[in-house]
């Protein structure tokens, strides 16, 4: 008879601070690699341009997140329920960023920047959310 143990941790090990500065140093990261890439100001432009293109993206992934569950509550979460909540709410809350971008600051947005964002915030973001839960996970099972 086979047994499968169900592989899940309990949320109380994972700090919604942690989870928190994740996301913004995931969006932090697409933001400025889009300045350095893609312009002629130097660092001066990526100060003063930065927060105007990832706020929209941050209010979408927030906006996202909670709705969709990638800051769990209370329980226990498994890697599955973890990584899909985390990557529905990228895909949703970049969704939310682009139409935002759009209406709010009259930004263009053309399907290589689409492609570059999703692809890039959801590698950073999911895959930083999913180092966190393993390591939390690691130091879990060792404590306890």
Known sequence: M???ARS???VSVLSWRVLVTIDVFSYLVFAIA????HSSGGPADWLSNTPRIVTPFLVGWFAA???LGAYPRSGGIG???FALSSVMAV???NAIGFALRATVFGDGVDRAF??????LTTLVLVGLRLLYLWVSTLRS???G
């Not at 689409?114 to 692809?119: E, I, N, P, S």
Request: hydrophobic fraction near 55%; aromatic fraction near 0%; proline fraction near 0%.
């Open 114 to 119: 689409v492609l570059a964002a999703v692809g």
């Open 2 to 4: 086979t047994v499968l």
């Open 34 to 37: 889009g300045r350095i890439m």
């Open 8 to 10: 899940e941790v309990n």
């Open 91 to 93: 895909l949703v809350g």
């Open 65 to 67: 997140a909670l709705l």
């Open 79 to 81: 890697l599955r329920r």
């Open 141 to 143: 099972k060792e404590s």
